[in-house]
Nanobody, 125 residues
Framework: QVQLAESGGELVQAGGSLRLSCEAS????????MGWFRQAPGKERELVAG????????NTADSVKGRFTVSRDNAKNILYLQMNSLMPEDTAVYFC??????????????????WGQGTQVTVSS
């Protein structure tokens, strides 16, 4: 089992940047495929970006390609999401999630067993 805690969300102007972090409690962090999801008000939760256990594979949503980058530091048990050129439509609660069963970062939220509490990102125009 792993506990996840996101941080780094805040209010930022359009065009700005943020880096989200997700710290995992488990020493087995390297055995989890990880994902960043987001949920905006009135919308379904969607994958933003996922990354495999040793960072060999990533899966990034078309809406954020070229702007967002997912990475991980297995030595520190931390998952990151670097977000550049932020737009108002990026406003959402961002969650990190862990998947112990799949080697490939799935885009389906039901494939992830463990979730953080979320961090709010608000982009003003």
């Amino acid at each position: 089992q792993v506990q996840l805690a996101e941080s780094g969300g805040e209010l930022v102007q359009a065009g700005g940047s943020l880096r989200l972090s997700c710290e995992a409690s488990s020493g087995d962090f390297e055995y989890y495929t990880m994902g960043w999801f987001r949920q905006a008000p009135g919308k379904e939760r969607e994958l933003v970006a996922g990354i495999s256990r040793i960072s060999a594979l990533t899966n990034t949503a078309d809406s954020v390609k070229g702007r967002f980058t997912v990475s991980r530091d297995n030595a520190k048990n931390i998952l990151y999401l670097q977000m550049n050129s932020l737009m108002p439509e990026d406003t959402a609660v961002y969650f990190c999630a862990a998947n112990s069963r799949s080697l490939v970062p799935s885009s389906k939220d039901y494939d992830y067993e463990y979730w953080g509490q979320g961090t709010q990102v608000t982009v003003s125009s």
